[in-house]
């Protein structure tokens, strides 16, 4: 593949998405936003943590890998998996014990806007969408604060029954506690030590301890869901943060109440205005149960788009069945890329969704039904686009505004996702997906679907990982929904 032409055609989609981007009327997003406390581990704070403990036993616990964190061994062992494969993961715990121990031993370096809601939320505002508006069922005062301070970033708030759209800090609810994640930021080639056993951390990467306070409820107030169309125009929604959802609740109900009012929400939303196009963004759920539910019951049938990255693939194809196929998309070995593209394949199948969207480090893949409105050469600018917002936001840790966001155009390509690419034309050309002119514009064209696939800049010390993934699929998604409507708007003028 040809790097300058990756690199002229990065800056053409980066102007092109930026016409379109007005013609969107609206974003709805919810539901998770919470505060990121996030701290930078250096060598001596790892062995400061090491030290704590019997090595012996931090050893034993990563052996049962724990999947909630119950005490500081949980935490030491899911720390350390997540370091030696570089593989980002999120682990819920259930009480404030660890938080307090982090506090005390290890404690932050800064606190963030977190949550893919929250985070999607601020980016789609500084990047002058006319209006979005998020919803947080918990937005407590202190977390209001996190939201940028635009005049097109709204909060539904129920007033005397009714409701109306206020600003982030108007709208907040008196009286709530805010939910803190712990981000554990680690960079590549920090030297582990432990028991013996050495390893260097092979990426950037990070690991969250994600906090699910008793009171946490994926929901939508009566009113809101009720006055759902106040809300609009709109033509987008991005929802995430079904993972927060539980088995059991103490109060008796179960995770299929929540799953079935989420599923009322997206239907309300699509009745409200039949072209709107929903996209899902998947995140690490450790909760097998709770993943299967989301995945065929909210999402299949029900959204349009699908955003996730590699483990977020494997861990959904391995909930749907399809064990050997999870199994090679974790293993990343030299057909890395044909399995992530095989698997990505299969959600949309499974999923009956319109496109699938990966994100991996060095390219991104999105899958696409035949039958989309919008052209192959088009797709690719979306991607392209995000794939400078995400350089600019792993340089300056957030994007305040289109002049910020081309920061990212200065960032060069992956030389390693160029090379990794060059191994899969091997398969798609052999497999008759495309020809090689075809390949190097990225084009596949699959018996039941199609596909884009482009190479990606990769800022070599970001400023943090957090919340790349969801720049990602904001920017792509915001960029195909307004390139729909713009067309629509421009198909409706007289001739
Ligand atoms: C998840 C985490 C949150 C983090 C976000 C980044 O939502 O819970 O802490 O900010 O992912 O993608």
Not at 49 to 54: A, D, E, Q, V
Not at 123 to 130: D, Y
Not at 228 to 246: E, K, R
Request: charged share 25%; proline share 4%.
């Amino acid at each position: 593949m040809d790097i300058h032409e990756w690199e002229q055609r990065h800056i053409e989609a980066f102007y092109n998405v930026k016409e379109t981007i007005p013609y969107l009327d609206g974003m709805f997003v919810a539901y998770n936003s919470n505060i990121d406390a996030i701290k930078h581990f250096a060598e001596a704070d790892l062995s400061k943590l090491i030290g704590l403990f019997k090595e012996t036993e931090i050893m034993e616990r990563i052996e049962t890998y724990p999947r909630e964190i119950k005490d500081p061994i949980d935490f030491m062992a899911r720390l350390l998996i997540s370091m030696r494969e570089g593989k980002a993961a999120e682990i819920p715990t259930y009480n404030s014990d660890i938080h307090e121990w982090l506090k005390e031993h290890l404690g932050f370096d800064y606190a963030h806007m977190g949550g893919q809601a929250g985070i999607i939320s601020n980016l789609l505002s500084s990047l002058r969408l006319k209006k979005v508006v998020v919803y947080v069922p918990w937005l407590s005062q202190e977390q209001a604060k996190y939201f940028v301070d635009t005049d097109n970033l709204w909060h539904p708030k129920v007033e005397n029954g009714k409701v109306c759209l206020k600003h982030p800090p108007e709208a907040f609810k008196p009286k709530i506690e805010s939910k803190v994640n712990w981000i554990l930021e680690y960079s590549k080639n920090l030297n582990v030590s432990c028991d013996g056993k050495n390893f260097k951390v092979p990426r950037d990467n990070r690991l969250i301890i994600s906090s699910h306070p008793k009171w946490l409820r994926l929901d939508m107030e009566r009113e809101i869901y009720e006055q759902l169309n106040s809300i609009f125009p709109i033509d987008g929604a991005m929802l995430s943060g079904y993972q927060l959802i539980t088995e059991k609740y103490e109060d008796g109900s179960t995770y299929q109440d929540h799953v079935a009012r989420s599923v009322q929400v997206i239907e309300k939303l699509k009745s409200l205005n039949p072209e709107l196009r929903i996209h899902v963004e998947l995140t690490s759920i450790q909760n097998r149960v709770i993943r299967k539910a989301i995945l065929t019951e909210i999402v299949a049938k029900h959204v349009h788009s699908l955003g996730l990255d590699t483990v977020e693939i494997a861990n959904a194809l391995n909930v749907l069945g399809h064990e050997e196929l999870s199994y090679s998309v974790i293993m990343k070995e030299e057909y890395g890329i044909t399995s992530i593209y095989q698997g990505a394949v299969q959600l949309l199948k499974d999923l009956s969704l319109e496109r699938v969207h990966v994100h991996s480090l060095g390219f991104y893949i999105c899958i696409l039904v035949k039958d989309h409105p919008l052209t192959l050469k088009e797709h690719r600018d979306f991607l392209l686009f995000s794939s400078t917002l995400a350089a600019a936001q792993a340089i300056r840790g957030n994007i305040g505004n289109f002049m910020e966001a081309e920061v990212g155009l200065e960032v060069p390509i992956s030389s390693d996702g160029i090379e990794g690419l060059e191994n899969f034309k091997i398969y798609c050309v052999g497999r008759k997906l495309c020809t090689l002119e075809e390949f190097e514009s990225g084009y596949l064209y699959g018996p039941d679907h199609d596909a884009v696939i482009i190479p990606t800049k990769i800022v070599n010390k970001p400023k943090a990982t957090v919340g790349i993934g969801d720049v990602i699929s904001a920017g792509t998604f915001a960029a195909m929904v307004s390139k729909i409507k713009q067309k629509k708007i421009i198909n409706s003028l007289p001739v």
